[in-house]
């Protein structure tokens, strides 16, 4: 079976500074991972997505996550954070036929 | 390429009555799956059409339904409403069926019932 667990429910971060959402993932299977954000009043957008290969993944909005297999981790990361990152994450696992899923989310909140 | 449309944005219904929404996926997109949303249980899988077809099913009661058509359009039925179906509904769409296809999702359709 697999599972996602999302350790923040709520991040608070001043603007410009750098921010880590964690995740942590079991399976017992192959996994593929992904980072999804979601504004409000707004459906999911992919930031970034995990299938193999390199373990550090860069996505959009200057977003980056490093799959780590031997602490089942995905950990999503950015550098400086801005007003406009606030909304809430999600880390989700494939489980096969377009089945995502989810953690519970982290809302990400950037402090002027 | 437009994105993946979902209507009615807003639903407004009562105890007992039945729904229907829809999904119309990005152009050339053949894999719609539908998800529920809520405060308290997050987002949850409720099922996966992929041509016509549905391939896998999450954990709700079979008052929920869904269906794909020839153009791949999806809609999602949802019979003798609870208060607790209350819900962001997600739509996302898929090129390919496979656990490594990235999906797309629409804005939802929020669903309240009274």
């Known amino acids: 079976a697999q599972s996602v667990t999302q350790l923040d429910s709520q991040v608070p971060v001043f603007e410009e500074a750098p921010v880590e959402l964690r995740c942590n993932y079991s399976?017992?299977?192959?996994?593929?991972l992904f980072w999804y954000v979601q504004y409000p009043n707004q459906g999911l957008q992919l930031l970034l997505k995990y299938l193999s290969g390199s373990t550090l993944v860069k996505g959009i909005n200057g977003f980056e996550a490093e799959f780590n297999k031997s602490q089942t981790s995905f950990h999503l990361r950015k550098p400086s954070v801005h007003i406009s990152d606030t909304a809430e994450y999600f880390c989700a696992v494939n489980t096969g036929a377009n089945n995502l899923f989810f953690g519970t989310g982290t809302r990400l909140t950037v402090i002027p | 390429k437009a994105g993946v449309t979902q209507t009615p944005r807003y639903l407004i219904k009562t105890r007992g009555q039945q729904v229907t929404l829809s999904c119309s996926p990005i152009s050339g997109h053949r894999s719609v799956s539908w998800y529920q949303q809520t405060p308290g249980q997050g987002l949850q899988f409720l099922f996966e059409?992929?041509?016509?077809?549905?391939?896998n099913k999450g954990n709700f009661p079979g008052r929920f339904s869904g269906r794909q058509f020839s153009n791949s359009r999806s809609e999602m039925n949802v019979s003798t409403l609870e208060l607790g179906d209350s819900a962001l509904y997600l739509c996302?769409?898929?090129?390919?069926?496979?656990?490594?296809?990235?999906?797309?999702f629409g804005p939802g359709t929020r669903l309240t019932v009274l």
């Open positions: 996302a769409s898929s090129l390919i069926a496979g656990e490594d296809n990235e999906q797309f």
């Open positions: 059409y992929f041509s016509e077809t549905q391939r």
């Open positions: 399976s017992s299977v192959s996994v593929y």
